[in-house]
């Protein structure tokens, strides 16, 4: 299993039509294969700063897989004129730790 973390820079005066937006798109994430859940976390020091954990089975489910998708175009579509700059992304493998699985259950 492996977590994708996807930053969010949001405009400022942005932050709820963000969430709202986010809300609309969401469901074209647990669509995608391998998909096993996801969290949208606001930053606390940085409110404009949202972080986006998504639980893949596998990176290729990520990367190639929804990333090359209709679904992720559309997901981003909804979403890019809310961000203040490009989201950064990257991926983390899970240690197997039973704390792992449930960060995105809880």
């Known amino acids: ?3 994708e973390i996807a930053s969010f820079p949001v405009k400022p005066g942005q932050l ?6 986010f809300g609309r798109v ?11 859940g996801h969290r949208l976390l606001q930053g606390i020091e940085e409110p404009s700063h949202f972080s986006l954990i998504v639980q893949w089975r ?6 190639p ?3 090359a998708s209709e679904d ?3 997901f981003m579509r909804g979403l890019e ?3 203040a700059a490009e989201p950064a992304v990257y991926h983390v ?9 449930r960060i995105l259950s809880a």
Not at 16 to 21: P, Q, S, T, V, W
Not at 26 to 32: P, V
Not at 58 to 63: I, M
């Open 93 to 101: 493998r899970s240690t197997g730790s039973t704390q792992d699985a």
């Open 1 to 3: 299993m492996i977590y």
């Open 72 to 74: 992720h175009r559309v």
């Open 26 to 36: 969401a469901h074209l994430l647990s669509r995608a294969q391998g998909y096993q």
């Open 81 to 83: 004129e809310y961000l």
């Open 65 to 67: 897989g929804f990333e």
């Open 58 to 63: 596998s990176l290729q489910d990520h990367t």
């Open 16 to 21: 709820d039509a963000f969430e709202l937006a």
